[in-house]
């Protein structure tokens, strides 16, 4: 079912707002005080998270694990989550100021492997699916430690993050991804910013630039349609790949059968998983693409 690790014990917390700023249009980054799910909450991982005051709404929003926070001695203080606003929930999410509280359950879902089994990586993205990202890289390239492990750094190990976006108007600020050592490479629908096309036109055109290269392992995380493409493309290139789906979720905890994907099982045959207990990562060529 991929490249993962058991899930953490997960903690319902009243957390503080830090900080809720505005990245573009429509996405936000919000930084929220839990010193107790940011030491435990590891990349892949994601929050169910809603304001404390009032029910509306009702449920909490599944948001993913963006980055942690230390404090003055270096201990995990507070953890970052980036969301973009599409509906009353993230509407009401992006109204909220610094020391308002909200109501924050996890970490949940599995989260990726410590180690992976890869030198030459490539982490592709589209929409809002870049989220998991900066985390993984900084845990992968040694940079960062989550969940109380840290890697040593293996000078050998290379991440290359391929973003693609409708056009350069909606693309969000990536300095982090460089800072923490990752190459970026960007790439818009209507050939505003980076390589002219989809993700997999990227991918194709980094093959055909650098003779004799196919990376180990793609990790991706977007739309559906991506995520498709993205893993066929790594299957007719013999490329492990992990996905992330983004499937809707209720409750987090598998009780409401919201957010099944059809997953190939060991016999062949396809059954419905859920993505917040099973998942979110699984392995691309497991899951049967409509």
């Given at each position: 079912m991929g490249e993962m690790l058991s899930e953490s014990c997960a903690t319902q917390a009243i957390a503080r707002i830090i900080s809720n700023q505005q990245l573009t249009a429509t996405i936000f980054r919000i930084e929220i005080e839990s010193p107790e799910i940011a030491a435990t909450v590891r990349p892949g991982q994601f929050l169910m998270v809603r304001p404390q005051a009032g029910n509306d709404p009702l449920l909490g929003r599944p948001l993913a694990l963006y980055d942690i926070q230390a404090d003055s001695c270096g201990q995990p203080h507070s953890f970052s989550l980036v969301y973009q606003v599409f509906g009353r929930g993230t509407a009401r999410l992006s109204q909220m100021k610094p020391g308002e509280e909200l109501r924050v359950w996890g970490p949940l879902g599995h989260p990726f492997n410590a180690e992976p089994a890869a030198t030459?990586?490539?982490?592709?993205?589209?929409?809002?699916?870049?989220?998991?990202?900066?985390?993984?890289?900084?845990?992968w390239l040694?940079?960062?430690?989550f969940g109380g492990k840290i890697l040593s750094p293996d000078?050998?190990?290379?991440?290359?993050?391929?973003?693609?976006?409708?056009?350069a108007s909606v693309l969000?600020?990536?300095?982090?991804?460089?800072?923490?050592?990752?190459?970026?490479?960007?790439?818009?629908?209507?050939g505003s910013r980076g390589h002219p096309g989809r993700v997999t036109d990227l991918m194709t055109h980094r093959l055909d630039k650098v003779a004799d290269f196919i990376p180990d392992l793609i990790v991706a995380c977007g739309?559906?349609?991506?995520?498709?493409?993205?893993?066929?493309?790594?299957?007719?290139?013999s490329v492990r790949c992990l996905v992330s789906l983004e499937n809707q979720m209720a409750c987090g905890f598998g009780a409401c059968f919201s957010c099944v994907a059809p997953i190939r099982q060991v016999d062949g045959s396809v059954d419905l998983r859920r993505v917040c207990i099973e998942g979110p990562i699984f392995d691309g060529r497991q899951v049967a693409w409509h």
């Open positions: 030459d990586i490539w982490f592709v993205a589209g929409g809002i699916g870049y989220t998991p990202f900066l985390a993984l890289g900084k845990w040694g940079r960062s430690a000078q050998n190990r290379k991440i290359e993050f391929i973003y693609g976006a409708r056009s969000p600020p990536l300095d982090e991804f460089l800072e923490a050592g990752m190459t970026v490479s960007l790439c818009t629908d209507d739309p559906e349609p991506m995520l498709a493409a993205v893993s066929r493309w790594a299957d007719s290139h």
